[in-house]
Protein backbone atom coordinates (compact mmCIF):
# COMPACT_ATOMS: atom_id res chain seq x y z
CA UNK A 1 0.00 0.00 0.00
CA UNK A 2 2.80 2.56 0.75
CA UNK A 3 5.28 3.31 -1.95
CA UNK A 4 7.97 4.33 -0.19
CA UNK A 5 9.64 1.07 0.60
CA UNK A 6 12.38 3.04 2.62
CA UNK A 7 9.82 3.87 5.75
CA UNK A 8 11.08 3.07 9.61
CA UNK A 9 9.75 0.37 11.11
CA UNK A 10 7.56 1.86 13.19
CA UNK A 11 5.67 3.45 10.56
CA UNK A 12 1.99 1.84 9.06
CA UNK A 13 -0.20 2.49 6.71
CA UNK A 14 -3.67 1.37 8.38
CA UNK A 15 -6.89 0.76 6.72
CA UNK A 16 -9.43 1.62 9.07
CA UNK A 17 -12.47 3.65 9.93
CA UNK A 18 -11.70 6.80 11.27
CA UNK A 19 -13.67 8.63 14.21
CA UNK A 20 -13.13 11.08 16.68
CA UNK A 21 -11.89 13.26 13.62
CA UNK A 22 -10.31 16.25 14.74
CA UNK A 23 -7.99 16.72 11.46
CA UNK A 24 -8.89 19.99 10.26
CA UNK A 25 -8.66 21.87 13.42
CA UNK A 26 -6.25 21.33 16.70
CA UNK A 27 -8.28 20.94 19.80
CA UNK A 28 -7.34 20.76 23.10
CA UNK A 29 -8.06 18.04 25.19
CA UNK A 30 -8.64 18.55 29.33
CA UNK A 31 -6.29 21.37 28.91
CA UNK A 32 -3.28 20.18 26.83
CA UNK A 33 -1.54 21.80 23.65
CA UNK A 34 -3.69 22.17 20.63
CA UNK A 35 -3.39 18.84 18.76
CA UNK A 36 -4.71 17.14 15.63
CA UNK A 37 -6.16 13.48 16.79
CA UNK A 38 -8.33 10.62 15.37
CA UNK A 39 -9.04 7.15 16.24
CA UNK A 40 -8.93 4.26 13.82
CA UNK A 41 -10.87 1.33 14.20
CA UNK A 42 -9.47 -1.78 12.81
CA UNK A 43 -11.89 -4.80 12.60
CA UNK A 44 -10.74 -7.51 14.44
CA UNK A 45 -10.76 -9.69 11.47
CA UNK A 46 -8.23 -7.83 9.72
CA UNK A 47 -5.34 -9.98 10.99
CA UNK A 48 -2.75 -8.35 8.47
CA UNK A 49 -3.21 -4.75 9.58
CA UNK A 50 -3.31 -5.65 13.10
CA UNK A 51 0.10 -7.87 12.74
CA UNK A 52 1.74 -4.69 10.84
CA UNK A 53 0.85 -2.47 14.03
CA UNK A 54 2.13 -5.17 16.47
CA UNK A 55 5.28 -5.50 14.58
CA UNK A 56 5.38 -1.51 14.22
CA UNK A 57 4.69 -1.23 18.35
CA UNK A 58 7.24 -3.34 18.81
CA UNK A 59 9.48 -1.95 16.85
CA UNK A 60 8.86 1.25 18.57
CA UNK A 61 9.45 -0.44 21.96
CA UNK A 62 13.12 -0.86 21.21
CA UNK A 63 13.64 2.10 19.82
CA UNK A 64 12.54 3.96 23.05
CA UNK A 65 14.00 1.22 24.64
CA UNK A 66 17.41 2.95 25.16
CA UNK A 67 16.73 6.22 24.10
CA UNK A 68 13.83 7.00 26.63
CA UNK A 69 13.61 3.86 29.21
CA UNK A 70 17.63 3.85 30.45
CA UNK A 71 18.02 0.06 28.15
CA UNK A 72 14.92 -1.81 29.92
CA UNK A 73 11.19 -1.90 28.12
CA UNK A 74 9.06 -1.21 31.10
CA UNK A 75 6.88 -3.18 32.99
CA UNK A 76 4.29 -1.71 33.29
CA UNK A 77 4.02 0.32 29.30
CA UNK A 78 1.05 2.55 28.03
CA UNK A 79 0.09 0.89 25.19
CA UNK A 80 -2.09 2.44 22.66
CA UNK A 81 -4.02 -0.21 21.06
CA UNK A 82 -7.46 -1.04 22.54
CA UNK A 83 -10.05 -3.50 22.36
CA UNK A 84 -13.57 -1.69 21.26
CA UNK A 85 -15.68 -4.39 22.79
CA UNK A 86 -14.20 -3.96 26.36
CA UNK A 87 -12.89 -0.36 26.19
CA UNK A 88 -16.01 1.32 24.33
CA UNK A 89 -19.15 -1.63 25.07
CA UNK A 90 -21.89 1.20 24.80
CA UNK A 91 -20.80 2.10 21.44
CA UNK A 92 -21.97 0.05 18.70
CA UNK A 93 -19.33 1.70 15.80
CA UNK A 94 -16.79 0.22 17.73
CA UNK A 95 -18.15 -3.33 18.41
CA UNK A 96 -15.88 -6.13 16.70
CA UNK A 97 -12.98 -3.61 16.55
CA UNK A 98 -9.77 -2.48 17.84
CA UNK A 99 -8.74 0.85 18.14
CA UNK A 100 -6.06 3.22 18.48
CA UNK A 101 -5.99 7.54 18.66
CA UNK A 102 -3.25 9.39 16.61
CA UNK A 103 -2.11 12.85 16.94
CA UNK A 104 0.24 15.35 15.84
CA UNK A 105 1.10 19.04 16.32
CA UNK A 106 1.33 19.70 12.49
CA UNK A 107 -1.79 19.00 10.31
CA UNK A 108 -2.00 16.04 8.07
CA UNK A 109 -2.35 15.77 4.27
CA UNK A 110 -5.76 14.38 3.74
CA UNK A 111 -6.32 13.50 0.14
CA UNK A 112 -8.61 11.36 -2.02
CA UNK A 113 -8.63 8.14 -3.71
CA UNK A 114 -5.94 10.07 -6.68
CA UNK A 115 -3.66 11.44 -4.09
CA UNK A 116 -5.48 14.91 -4.50
CA UNK A 117 -5.48 17.16 -1.72
CA UNK A 118 -9.32 17.59 0.38
CA UNK A 119 -9.95 21.21 0.87
CA UNK A 120 -13.54 20.85 2.14
CA UNK A 121 -13.51 19.41 5.82
CA UNK A 122 -16.77 18.44 4.81
CA UNK A 123 -15.42 15.61 2.77
CA UNK A 124 -13.54 13.85 5.33
CA UNK A 125 -14.37 12.89 8.78
CA UNK A 126 -15.51 10.77 11.60
CA UNK A 127 -17.22 7.88 10.18
CA UNK A 128 -15.28 7.94 6.72
CA UNK A 129 -13.04 4.74 5.39
CA UNK A 130 -9.46 5.90 4.91
CA UNK A 131 -6.16 4.91 5.03
CA UNK A 132 -4.22 6.70 7.56
CA UNK A 133 -0.52 6.93 8.25
CA UNK A 134 1.03 6.56 11.36
CA UNK A 135 4.16 6.42 13.51
CA UNK A 136 4.74 4.55 16.72
CA UNK A 137 6.87 6.14 19.10
CA UNK A 138 7.93 5.74 22.72
CA UNK A 139 7.82 7.83 25.50
CA UNK A 140 8.37 9.42 29.18
CA UNK A 141 6.19 11.88 30.29
CA UNK A 142 5.18 12.35 33.77
CA UNK A 143 5.99 9.38 35.42
CA UNK A 144 4.22 7.65 32.52
CA UNK A 145 6.08 5.58 30.30
CA UNK A 146 4.51 3.69 26.79
CA UNK A 147 3.99 3.66 22.93
CA UNK A 148 1.48 6.50 21.35
CA UNK A 149 0.81 6.35 17.92
CA UNK A 150 1.88 10.00 15.98
CA UNK A 151 -0.63 10.75 12.86
CA UNK A 152 0.78 11.97 9.83
CA UNK A 153 -1.07 11.73 6.63
CA UNK A 154 -4.94 10.50 5.69
CA UNK A 155 -6.21 9.17 2.20
CA UNK A 156 -10.36 9.19 2.15
CA UNK A 157 -10.98 5.72 0.59
CA UNK A 158 -14.67 5.67 0.44
CA UNK A 159 -17.35 7.55 2.94
CA UNK A 160 -19.38 6.26 5.32
CA UNK A 161 -22.27 7.02 8.05
CA UNK A 162 -21.02 9.66 9.48
CA UNK A 163 -20.47 9.28 13.50
CA UNK A 164 -21.37 12.96 14.56
CA UNK A 165 -22.39 13.63 18.26
CA UNK A 166 -25.65 15.14 16.28
CA UNK A 167 -28.35 13.79 14.24
CA UNK A 168 -28.41 14.40 10.11
CA UNK A 169 -31.02 16.60 8.41
CA UNK A 170 -32.58 13.40 6.99
CA UNK A 171 -33.11 11.86 10.76
CA UNK A 172 -34.56 14.89 11.54
CA UNK A 173 -37.04 16.04 8.75
CA UNK A 174 -39.66 14.34 6.97
CA UNK A 175 -40.33 15.54 3.31
CA UNK A 176 -42.74 18.41 3.08
CA UNK A 177 -45.00 18.36 -0.37
CA UNK A 178 -45.51 20.95 -2.14
CA UNK A 179 -42.91 23.43 -3.97
CA UNK A 180 -43.72 26.89 -2.24
CA UNK A 181 -44.53 27.64 1.22
CA UNK A 182 -47.87 29.03 0.39
CA UNK A 183 -49.11 25.75 -0.17
CA UNK A 184 -48.15 24.26 3.13
CA UNK A 185 -51.32 23.21 5.66
CA UNK A 186 -51.10 23.30 8.95
CA UNK A 187 -49.75 19.55 9.37
CA UNK A 188 -46.47 20.75 7.57
CA UNK A 189 -45.98 23.64 10.45
CA UNK A 190 -46.30 21.87 13.30
CA UNK A 191 -44.20 24.50 15.14
CA UNK A 192 -46.87 27.39 14.65
CA UNK A 193 -49.58 25.12 16.52
Known amino acids: MAN ?3 APATKVIVP ?3 SFANI ?13 SVS ?3 PKDDKA ?5 KKAIEA ?3 AAKEKKWSGKIPANLKLPMHDGDIDRPDDENYAGHFFFNATS ?3 PQIVDRH ?10 GSGDYCNVSVNFYGFAASGNKGIAAGLQNIQLVRHGERLAGRPTAASDFVEVEGDDADELDDDDMDFLN
Open 4 to 6: NNT
Open 16 to 18: CRI
Open 24 to 36: WEPKSINGSDEKY
Open 40 to 42: LLI
Open 49 to 53: TLAKI
Open 60 to 62: AKE
Open 105 to 107: KDA
Open 115 to 124: VQPILDPMEC
